[in-house]
């Protein structure tokens, strides 16, 4: 009798699992930063596809572009593009889909000091270097004039852990600074010469917001929903910007002009009167020629609604929407993907 | 029917033994594991990966040493802040406190270990840090010339780190040292007070009897606090360099780990993490080894003297010769050491 029940209890589990199974699930995994408004998208496009439920696994950037090489995901996601030596290694082609925009501002704490300040490019570079150790060293006085700056030391705060703020900061400092390009160069994780780190964006705005006289970078978004101030920092047109859902997107307008085909192109420091120069894209990754012809299907019209409908989605978690001439361009590569 | 009852025992025996090998048998594929995956780097590295101290993912040039520096400094530090205190814990609880406190205590020193580690992280960063970075500003300008004191006053850094560790390795190493004290028989104790010993010198002779019981429940601690990652990771600062000074912001190999195994991309970054878990992962089996041997043979030591040979060294070696007559314990002769069954006067220390 006994046996008779497991035997029941076991074919209706069976039979529960392989109905369950008529839906389609689709496996992704990588950068931490886009999560909240992936997890949006995917419940939202949940509710129009009920058959369609996408996975999302937050494990960081070097997680997204291991995995999908090893094909353990379908979908990888990535604040950083991948290097050519990482794309070699894979099977197949990768596209890179620019998804969304997130920026980096320039984060510190000065007690007493009611206005922003201003800062430039070549100037964070030498405070994050070591070379301009106290807050009323000449130059940045030179930038701000008008500021009552204490002749206290300069504390560093960076990030310990490997992380796609990290990249943007240190891609921007690339660029605008040959000495950090030599000494340090650009990855998610990076050898600081001076400072302390900083386990998260909170790990980070912690230490800032306790230590008087730090400066530090953290994610825009974080910087917006915590009340944090921060500084503006000079872009390629000379103009003093700061980072708002707006100017990054006017960033990211202003690149598009010489975007490369693939999209694996760093917009910081990004001409244009508006643009934040600290912006920059976090990449959807997808074979061009999937084995699994109908989870690229689905993937690709996911990724056609996250580029038009999803965007209105953006400002409300705070992240800045894609301008109208970088979707249009997507949309000409998401074509090439092969659903068949 | 027996025939039934013979199978169960089998089924029962096989299954549980099952069980146990399996445990044995998941920590040697860990370690195995963890050596095969960071072969490119110990191939590339060699020793010199311990020998160095640039650690730059950029360039692929890794060197783990501020790391191995970082761990065994914060936690040497922990020990010696935690040990006389979770020994002083267990003293009160075992010897002097009235029994309608001991449970109580108890509870208490065992819900600091209860505390998950990242709560202990939040707080240190919140609580802790600010409190020592004000302690590093009030530092007077005298003590600021000792190297162990000195540098720019962060709050983060190796104080702040082995306060934590020390708050948290104190509940194991009490609740060991508790049990092991409460194993030394009753009869010795009652002979220290027959021989008109004081409280304190009973006490005394409790922790020298269990002494190597202690000394486990304090390599256990250590073993603790070496591999604690999260709460270490918020307040250490997380800058990989070597320092003397407690202020100084540093790096533990487990905090490292932590902090940049998610994003790290690259064979020889991954191997040469890894390689700093294989080491991380052999010291605590090593020293959490040691520490249960030491455990272990305070057990077979109390067996084995079963409330005969007070094995206690003592300077009145004088009242050696009227106690040889006790050899009816069994105990051979030339384990009383020094002192023998009642080795003290009365009345005098």
Not at chain 1, 56 to 70: A, L, M, R
Not at chain 1, 134 to 153: F, H, M, Y
Not at chain 1, 168 to 184: A, C, G, H, N, Q
Request: glycine residues 10%; charged residues 15%; positive net charge.
């Amino acid at each position: 009798m006994k046996r008779m029940m497991y035997c029941a209890v076991g074919v209706a589990a069976l039979m529960g699992a392989t109905l369950s199974a008529q839906k389609v699930r689709i496996n992704g995994g990588g950068a931490t930063f886009p999560y909240p408004i992936y997890s949006k998208w995917f419940a939202e496009y949940n509710k129009l596809h009920p058959d369609v439920e996408i996975n999302y696994q937050s494990q960081g950037s070097g997680f997204g572009k291991t995995q999908i090489v090893k094909k353990t995901v379908f979908f990888g996601a990535s604040d950083g593009p991948m290097t050519p030596d990482e794309m070699t290694a894979a099977p197949g082609k990768i596209l890179h889909f620019p998804m969304v925009l997130g920026a980096d501002v320039p984060v510190y704490n000065i007690p007493g000091l009611k206005n922003a300040l201003q800062f430039t490019g070549p100037l964070l570079a030498d405070i994050f270097l070591g070379k301009i150790t106290k807050w009323d060293d000449p130059a940045i006085k030179k930038l701000n004039p008008s500021v009552n700056l204490p002749g206290t030391d300069i504390i560093v705060v960076h990030r310990s852990d490997g992380s796609g703020t990290t990249y943007i900061w240190v891609d921007y400092l690339s660029k605008i600074s040959p000495e950090w390009k030599k000494r340090v160069g650009v990855s998610t994780s990076v050898n600081w010469p001076v400072g302390v780190g900083g386990k998260g964006n909170e790990g980070v705005s912690g230490l800032v917001t306790q230590t008087p006289g730090s400066i530090g970078y953290v994610e825009l978004i974080y910087a917006l929903q915590n009340h944090i101030s921060y500084g503006s920092v000079q872009n390629m047109a000379g103009k003093f910007v700061t980072a708002s859902i707006d100017s990054v997107t006017a960033a990211a307008a202003a690149a598009a002009k010489s975007m490369p085909a693939d999209f694996r192109v760093s917009i910081t420091n990004a001409p244009g009167e508006g643009a934040y120069p600290i912006s920059s894209f976090t990449w959807l990754l997808l074979y061009q020629a999937p084995q699994d012809k109908a989870q690229a299907k689905i993937m690709s019209d996911f990724v056609k609604w996250a580029l038009t409908d999803g965007q209105k989605y953006c400002k409300d978690l705070g992240y800045a929407p894609l301008p109208q001439n970088v979707v249009d361009m997507e949309m000409k590569a998401l074509a090439t993907i092969k659903t068949s | 029917m027996s025939k039934k009852t013979r199978s169960d025992e089998m089924v029962f025996r096989v299954g549980t033994g099952v069980f146990a090998v399996f445990v044995v048998l998941l920590v040697a594929a860990i370690g195995v594991e963890l050596w095969r995956q960071s072969q490119l780097s110990i191939a590339r590295f060699g020793w010199q990966f311990w020998q160095t101290d640039t650690w730059n993912p950029v360039s692929g040039e890794f060197g783990a040493r501020p790391f191995i520096w970082g761990t065994l400094y914060s936690s040497i530090l922990a020990l010696l802040v935690a040990t006389p205190i979770a020994l002083g814990i267990a003293i009160y609880i075992s010897e002097l406190a009235p029994s309608w406190q001991q449970r109580p205590l108890v509870f208490l020193t065992e819900l600091l270990a209860a505390i998950p580690s990242i709560v202990y992280g939040i707080w240190g960063m919140f609580v802790l840090v600010p409190f020592v970075r004000q302690l590093e500003i009030g530092t007077p300008a005298w003590m600021k010339t000792i190297p162990l004191f000195s540098g720019p006053p962060y709050g983060v850094g190796m104080l702040s780190a082995a306060i934590i560790l020390s708050i948290m390795v104190i509940p194991f190493t009490s609740s060991v040292a508790r049990e092991v004290l409460k194993a030394v028989p009753a009869a010795q104790r009652e002979g220290a007070y027959a021989l008109g010993a004081t409280r304190w010198e009973a006490i005394r002779m409790a922790l020298f009897y269990a002494r190597t019981g202690i000394v486990g429940a304090v390599m256990l601690g250590f073993g603790r606090a070496l591999g604690e990652t999260m709460a270490v990771t918020m307040v250490i600062g997380n800058t990989p360099q070597m320092s003397a000074s407690l202020y100084a912001p540093q790096y533990t190999m487990a905090a490292v780990l932590a902090n940049e195994f998610t994003e790290a991309a690259g064979a020889l970054y991954i191997n040469a993490l890894i390689e700093i878990g294989l080491v991380l992962f052999a010291m605590t089996l090593i020293v959490n080894t040691i520490s249960r041997a030491f455990i272990w043979s305070l057990g077979r030591q109390t067996r084995r003297a079963p409330g005969g040979g007070l094995r206690m060294t003592s300077e009145r070696a004088s009242a050696r010769e009227p106690r040889e007559r006790s050899g009816a314990t069994g105990v051979p002769a030339r384990e009383r050491v020094g002192g023998s069954g009642g080795a003290k006067p009365p009345g005098k220390s």
